[in-house]
């Protein structure tokens, strides 16, 4: 049969596949069997010759150096991490191999009784608990005392008087775990002896809680021992005692009241995030070239990480106004071989950008594939605080199962102001039982994205379920995990993903640090996201060169922290999976930029900075504050009749009021508050005597934010102060909102740009909270003005007087002519910008009047700024019966210079 005819038969196509995409080369199944044996073989060849990995050849130089301190060295650098960095498999106690440079001891051998009690233990224990790894590194610890230091050293030391211990039933406390007995006479015939246990165990284990920990367990095995092997004499002597002693030998250790990882700042994490996602952009660019032009045939990954202009994509991302450009990236993305569906069928497939490019055919291609998984896993670690733990072990067929549809992919792209958060299903846990918690349509692309490539991955291993863990006993069901690795049905590895953090982390402190064109490496105002590593290579991959400050584990402290006061510790805790607020409250670690902003504003209201001028009064502005006003009259003969005559409400608040001690209603408070607690204000009345409590100001971002205080209680006569103070707010965002612009225009430093932006977000959420008060006290005071069967002697001033409220949001001049009077009224609303207003329109109605000299010379004294221009307003508005708006109007068309022309005469002073 002829070439078409063959392809034209689907049976001759099983277990073929197609190499490459523009130029094919079609392998039958026997074909594809014969590569995968030449491919091992060249493997197990490429193995013998490779060299031996860092942490393997110190070990081998310790050996052959076998000098006096060797065994104490190698026994040191014999590191937590060591079962995976070649030389200890994950099953060693049921599979011993020997020590590196020390295979003249046979471990398995020596350890006979050692391997068979360490077996029963960990068999034992199957029964109640799902995980051992914290058991089985201390017993690795105690058996590289029993089997690597205590032979090296009796080689060393041939005259002592001691024996090997090859058996649980030899371990003599004195002589081996702790020398706690006195000396005697008798003792110091004993000779020399090797350093104990506990004395070594300090080079592996630093801290006292982790020593701690190893005697507890210990301290199991051996009772384990005692116990299981009382009949058989090769493990246990008839009256044997544990030589473990927890109550005697565990040390004191401070309990930290704070986690130890360090979070992420506040002005730093938004550009993290923004930099994974140009990570991810690259990555799918690279895909899309791999996938239609095969370009990493001959062109493998590189150490020196990619120069994105020379590759032909430049990530770009915009932050607060301004944009920024990511010309280098890390070589971060893993590339191997991997056979794909070249079109599947359904959702499956290579999205760039939320696009799906498969074309052509359908058919299985092979090609040097970019993987972008780990940095996917990054993405959903960084902005969800979850356990990477969780993440990694998400089933692909389930975290997407309680979210609500998307038409497509494209859908989570486009304007955030579009956006909104979406349900994760998290189907393993460290305490619980599956649970759900929401993430961004940032992670949830990412996630959707890797799960429609890895429906498109053909190999042995795409469908095969694992166990959590790979453990016997476990509570949940089997999974397909989201983040597969490219080479085993697992999850992408901790070692994995480990060396890739510092890879990412690497690039983005390079970025951070020249992003605005000015490479800042070694200033004082540097990022540092590294430490060089003790001994290290100058050359060499940054994960050899360098350990994270910031692990992955630290992006749960950063969640909880820069959370905290925008989320209650409650939600934070539901959100990263905590079981206890307790819990939770140890992950916040205060930032010091935040912190040093409330210090400073406490100081200032402490210290009264700001001396303000006399209250003047008008008809159009009330003052429930004063002694004499109504409201205060009535709540002084009556709080009951009074907070139902003067339409009283409870504070507003934008969040829950569940941390408040016992949740006292607002109203309640301020019945039952003593009078001289009781602080008035033209805005509101405060039941707690303006000491603010530490959860309002922890949630509200600052003392005295009364528009979104819920103990700040109002009535409907604060209504003209509150429309004042929303005038206020509004002035000072839009200042601000004009000084950013300027700053980041001058190029000034990010973080000033960031405080600004911060005090612009804490004014527009208290605005809000000031706008809902005045909505609800404008329908208390609708009812307050219906006619009623009921008599009172007493009237709120606002219907009393009948004054109508008006909003007004006009012309700048009308706004701030309106600011002016406010200013006027209540003098604590008065700022620099409405003084400056004050007096240009001062010089504007001299100069109209033809006072040229006047307001040229005009100099007021700080703070009379409102009264002058009030005296010089007044007589001309009454006389020509002008509107607020006809005063404006009138401001407005008056002639103005904003260039001034080339002075001809440079003389400041006459003569």
């Known amino acids: 049969m002829d070439f078409s005819e063959f392809m034209s038969n689907p049976k001759n196509l099983q277990g073929m596949r197609v190499h490459g995409h523009e130029r094919e080369r079609i392998e039958l199944h026997t074909h594809v069997e014969r590569r995968r044996v030449l491919e091992n073989v060249r493997a197990a060849k490429s193995k013998e010759n490779r060299p031996f990995p860092p942490?393997?050849?110190?070990?081998?130089?310790?050996?052959?150096?076998?000098?006096?301190?060797?065994?104490?060295?190698?026994?040191?650098?014999?590191?937590?991490?060591?079962n995976?960095?070649?030389?200890?498999?994950?099953?060693?106690?049921?599979?011993?191999?020997?020590?590196?440079?020390?295979?003249?001891?046979?471990?398995?051998?020596?350890?006979?009784?050692?391997?068979?009690?360490?077996?029963?233990?960990?068999?034992?224990?199957?029964?109640?608990?799902?995980?051992?790894?914290?058991?089985?590194?201390?017993?690795?610890?105690?058996?590289?005392?029993?089997?690597?230091?205590?032979?090296?050293?009796?080689?060393?030391?041939?005259?002592?008087?001691?024996?090997?211990?090859?058996?649980?039933?030899?371990?003599?406390?004195?002589?081996?775990?702790?020398?706690?007995?006195?000396?005697?006479?008798?003792?110091?015939?004993?000779?020399?002896?090797?350093?104990?246990?506990?004395?070594?165990?300090?080079?592996?284990?630093?801290?006292?809680?982790?020593?701690?920990?190893?005697?507890?367990?210990?301290?199991?095995?051996?009772?384990?021992?005692?116990?299981?092997?009382?009949?058989?004499?090769?493990f246990v002597t008839a009256r044997m005692q544990n030589p473990i002693r927890s109550d005697f030998d565990n040390e004191v250790s401070s309990r930290r009241g704070k986690t130890n990882k360090v979070p992420f700042t506040e002005d730093v994490f938004p550009f993290l995030i923004h930099y994974a996602q140009a990570v991810e952009a690259f990555g799918e660019y690279l895909q899309q070239q791999a996938y239609e032009k095969n370009i990493f045939q001959k062109t493998r990954a590189t150490s020196e990480g990619y120069e994105t202009g020379s590759w032909g994509y430049v990530p770009i991302f915009w932050h607060r106004g301004r944009q920024y450009r990511v010309d280098w990236l890390p070589g971060i993305y893993l590339i191997t071989r991997r056979t794909l569906q070249a079109n599947p069928d359904d959702t499956a497939g290579l999205y760039v950008s939320g696009v799906?490019?498969?074309?052509?055919?359908?058919?299985?291609?092979?090609?040097?594939?970019?993987?972008?998984?780990?940095?996917?896993?990054?993405?959903?670690?960084?902005?969800?605080?979850?356990?990477g733990q969780s993440i990694q072990w998400l089933d692909r067929r389930t975290f997407d199962s309680i979210a609500s549809p998307v038409s497509s992919l494209t859908s989570l792209y486009g304007s955030p102001l579009s956006q909104n958060y979406h349900s994760l299903y998290i189907n393993t846990d460290k305490t619980h039982e599956p649970w759900d918690n929401l993430v961004s349509w940032r992670v949830r692309r990412a996630m959707l994205s890797e799960k429609y490539f890895q429906d498109s991955v053909i190999d042995s291993y795409v469908n095969r379920e694992i166990q959590y863990e790979d453990r016997e006993h476990t509570r949940f069901a089997p999974m397909l995990p989201l983040f597969r690795s490219d080479r085993s049905p697992k999850p992408v590895s901790d070692t994995n993903y480990s060396m890739r953090w510092v890879e990412f982390l690497h690039g983005f402190q390079l970025f951070y640090n020249t992003r605005d064109g000015v490479d800042r490496t070694g200033e004082m105002d540097a990022l540092v996201l590294l430490a060089e590593r003790e001994n290290a290579a100058p050359t060499g991959s940054p994960f050899d060169r360098f350990t994270a400050i910031h692990t992955p584990h630290a992006c749960r402290a950063t969640y909880a922290t820069l959370r905290d006061g925008d989320l209650e510790v409650s939600e934070i805790a539901d959100q990263i999976g905590h079981g206890s607020t307790v819990v939770t409250c140890t992950y916040q670690i205060p930032q010091q930029k935040r912190l040093a902003s409330k210090l400073k504003e406490i100081d200032n209201e402490m210290m009264g900075v700001g001396i303000y001028d006399p209250d003047k009064n008008s008809?159009?502005?009330?003052?429930?504050?004063?002694?004499?006003?109504?409201?205060?009259?009535?709540?002084?003969?009556?709080?009951?009749?009074?907070?139902?005559?003067?339409?009283?409400?409870?504070?507003?608040?934008?969040?829950?009021?569940?941390?408040?001690?016992?949740?006292?209603?607002?109203?309640?408070?301020?019945?039952?508050?003593?009078?001289?607690?009781?602080?008035?204000?033209?805005?509101?009345?405060?039941?707690?005597?303006?000491?603010?409590?530490?959860?309002?100001?922890?949630?509200?971002?600052?003392?005295?934010?009364?528009?979104?205080?819920?103990?700040?209680?109002?009535?409907?006569?604060?209504?003209?102060?509150?429309?004042?103070?929303?005038?206020?707010?509004?002035?000072?965002?839009?200042?601000?909102?004009?000084r950013q612009k300027l700053l980041i225009k001058q190029g000034a430093a990010q973080e000033e740009i960031d405080a600004l932006h911060r005090e612009m977000q804490l004014d527009t959420k208290e605005l809000l909270g000031w706008r809902l008060s005045a909505e609800i006290l404008r329908v208390r005071l609708h009812k307050l003005g219906l006619p009623s069967a009921e008599y009172h002697v007493d009237?709120?001033?606002?219907?009393?007087?009948?004054?109508?409220?008006?909003?007004?949001?006009?012309?700048?001049?009308?706004?701030?002519?309106?600011?002016?009077?406010?200013?006027?009224?209540?003098?604590?609303?008065?700022?620099?910008?409405?003084?400056?207003?004050?007096?240009?329109?001062?010089?504007?109605?001299?100069?109209?009047?033809?006072?040229?000299?006047?307001?040229?010379?005009?100099?007021?004294?700080?703070?009379?700024?409102?009264?002058?221009?009030?005296?010089?307003?007044?007589?001309?508005?009454?006389?020509?019966?002008?509107?607020?708006?006809?005063?404006?109007?009138?401001?407005d068309s008056l002639p103005s210079t904003a260039v001034l022309s080339e002075a001809r005469d440079l003389s400041l002073l006459v003569g």
């Open 619 to 738: 008809q159009v502005y009330l003052h429930p504050e004063k002694q004499d006003s109504s409201v205060r009259q009535a709540f002084d003969k009556s709080r009951e009749q009074a907070m139902s005559d003067y339409g009283f409400i409870s504070g507003v608040c934008l969040w829950s009021l569940s941390e408040l001690d016992g949740d006292t209603s607002t109203l309640e408070l301020l019945r039952q508050s003593p009078a001289s607690v009781i602080r008035w204000h033209s805005t509101h009345i405060c039941p707690v005597g303006n000491q603010c409590p530490k959860e309002v100001v922890a949630n509200a971002g600052g003392l005295y934010r009364c528009g979104i205080c819920p103990l700040a209680a109002k009535c409907v006569d604060n209504l003209t102060a509150i429309e004042a103070k929303q005038n206020e707010l509004l002035e000072r965002i839009r200042t601000a909102a004009l």
């Open 356 to 387: 799906r490019i498969n074309s052509g055919k359908q058919r299985n291609v092979t090609l040097q594939f970019p993987h972008l998984t780990v940095i996917r896993l990054f993405i959903a670690m960084v902005e969800t605080g979850l356990r």
């Open 55 to 82: 942490f393997v050849q110190n070990l081998l130089d310790i050996a052959d150096r076998d000098d006096a301190s060797a065994p104490e060295a190698y026994f040191a650098a014999l590191t937590a991490g060591s």
């Open 795 to 891: 009237k709120p001033d606002l219907v009393r007087k009948q004054l109508q409220l008006v909003s007004r949001s006009s012309s700048e001049s009308e706004f701030f002519l309106q600011r002016i009077a406010d200013s006027n009224a209540y003098p604590s609303l008065e700022s620099a910008e409405v003084r400056a207003k004050a007096t240009r329109y001062a010089r504007l109605i001299l100069a109209r009047q033809g006072r040229l000299e006047e307001a040229a010379f005009l100099d007021l004294r700080p703070h009379t700024e409102l009264s002058v221009f009030a005296s010089l307003i007044k007589p001309y508005a009454k006389a020509k019966n002008l509107t607020l708006t006809e005063l404006a109007e009138a401001i």
């Open 84 to 234: 995976v960095k070649g030389f200890r498999p994950d099953r060693w106690i049921e599979k011993p191999v020997n020590y590196p440079g020390r295979k003249k001891i046979h471990v398995a051998v020596l350890g006979k009784c050692w391997f068979i009690a360490f077996q029963a233990f960990l068999g034992r224990r199957k029964l109640d608990y799902e995980t051992d790894g914290q058991v089985r590194s201390t017993l690795h610890l105690f058996a590289d005392y029993l089997l690597l230091y205590l032979p090296w050293w009796l080689e060393k030391n041939p005259e002592t008087n001691i024996s090997f211990p090859a058996s649980p039933k030899d371990v003599l406390r004195y002589y081996f775990v702790d020398r706690t007995r006195f000396h005697s006479e008798e003792e110091e015939q004993l000779g020399i002896l090797p350093k104990t246990f506990n004395d070594l165990m300090k080079l592996r284990r630093p801290t006292p809680d982790s020593r701690n920990i190893v005697r507890i367990i210990l301290q199991k095995f051996f009772n384990f021992v005692i116990t299981y092997f009382e009949e058989n004499q090769d």
